[in-house]
């Protein structure tokens, strides 16, 4: 199979599981990464290419009124429902001594993205402590200081959320000097990488893929 092929190929199963979640049939989005699974297709291409590109559908279409709130709200509960059973699955049993935090900004209430990154990390053997959404910045330095992670992933959805995460970076940048920030997160899209690139050992990731890339190197 060339790459159109494939590209068309991904986009029909995209197309397939979003049709599936906009109807609210948990059956058939879970018969359908089963399916995915079963012709092997990776964790990492199922998260990106399909529950991720899926996930984005919906909230454009809820931004522009498209889809009530009561399905978005019910497609988030579908795909958390399938990343919970697929985390058995995922999760190295042997862990090793490294562990992230992965939390969403404050005021932010989509997780399954860094739900999605902080699998990753479990998959190779991190220990991953996953706060989810809207962690408040103070409770998120206290728990720093308690876990003392190698590293910290935040995820932010709304564009309209910066300010929280650049009040966040301030204050973690005076607490936590050295720690690592890896950032990402569909607020991105509309810009504000400049934001993020004035602080010192803060990394940007614009997918599953370079998340992966990032902890394969990471020393």
């Not at 029909?12 to 109807?23: P, R, S, T, V, Y």
């Not at 992933?153 to 709304?158: E, G, I």
Request: proline residues 2%; aromatic residues 10%.
């Amino acid at each position: 199979m060339n790459e159109p092929e494939i590209i068309q190929n991904t986009n029909k199963l995209h197309q397939d599981f979003l049709n599936a979640l906009l109807k609210g049939n948990h059956s058939s989005c879970r018969t359908l990464v089963q399916s995915y699974k079963d012709n092997h297709i990776s964790i990492q291409e199922l998260y990106e290419n399909i529950i991720k590109n899926a996930m984005y559908d919906v909230g454009e279409l809820w931004e522009y009124n498209k889809v009530s709130v009561a399905t978005e709200h019910l497609a988030s509960a579908i795909v958390e429902s399938i990343l919970n059973d697929l985390y058995e699955e995922i999760a190295l049993k042997e862990k090793g001594n490294r562990k992230v935090i992965t939390t969403c900004v404050e005021n932010e209430h989509h997780q399954i993205g860094i739900k999605m990154v902080s699998d990753i990390f479990e998959m190779y053997g991190w220990n991953s402590h996953f706060l989810g959404s809207n962690t408040p910045n103070t409770e998120l330095i206290r728990f720093i200081k308690l876990i003392q992670p190698d590293l910290l992933a935040v995820s932010l959805s709304l564009y309209f959320n910066f300010p929280k995460l650049q009040q966040l970076m301030e204050m973690i940048r005076k607490e936590f000097p050295d720690l690592t920030v890896l950032i990402g997160g569909q607020a991105f899209h509309h810009g504000g990488i400049e934001i993020i690139n004035q602080y010192d050992n803060v990394i940007f990731t614009k997918d599953i893929y370079e998340t992966e890339s990032f902890i394969k190197n990471f020393k």
